[in-house]
């Protein structure tokens, strides 16, 4: 992936591209990233474009309503935007609220005649993030740390597409930092998930996935 970026001299202002390569059929992925930092207020910006070929699963009988089998040729394209704040209480604990947009399009391929009819599937959803963070990490010597820090996000994940109840989830993740002799220093890391609703959500080492 190619990255740039530009910031200012007093760098107030972070603005970041990316472009995956090399570029093939798939489609562009393209990712901008742009960050204010001027005030005690952060508020960062993010708008994301995906394009993947969707891949059939052979043990999934997927039809539509009428029971005609959907075409294996399909791509979808993802659009993903979020902006966010997040204010500092004081110099190691900030509190932060992040607005996100997904939206995905499945685009079915013509092979033949009768492939021509089907619409497109579409999915949105929205997703509302709390966040709380305390870093009380002191450096000791480079690369290596003392002390403790701890994230916590609380999401809400709604969809309006297809009729998908609320689902809420929290996480926690926090780290301990203990040196031992010189340049050897005990990490211990513990992270966990909850959710309630009619789904659940799966956090893999921060991840999100709708089950």
Known sequence: MVQGGLTDLFENHHFKISYPLPAGSEGSDFFVHYNNTAKKLDWPLTYFRKVETLKPDPKCNWVDEYGKPYPNAA???????????????????AIGLQEAVRIDRTI???????????NDLKSVWSITTVTGDINKLRPTVPNLFEGFKANVDIDAFKGFSQGEALVLGSSLHAEYHQPIYKYITLVLQGQGGYSLGDEKVLYTLGEWTIM
């Not at 791509?75 to 604990?93: E, G, H, M, N, Q």
């Not at 079915?108 to 009819?117: C, E, G, K, W």
Request: include cysteine; charged fraction near 20%; glycine fraction near 0%.
């Open 75 to 93: 791509k979808v394209i993802s659009f993903y935007y979020d902006a966010s704040v997040r204010y500092p209480l004081t110099y190691d604990c």
């Open 108 to 118: 079915f391929l013509a092979t033949d005649r009768y492939s021509l009819n089907f």
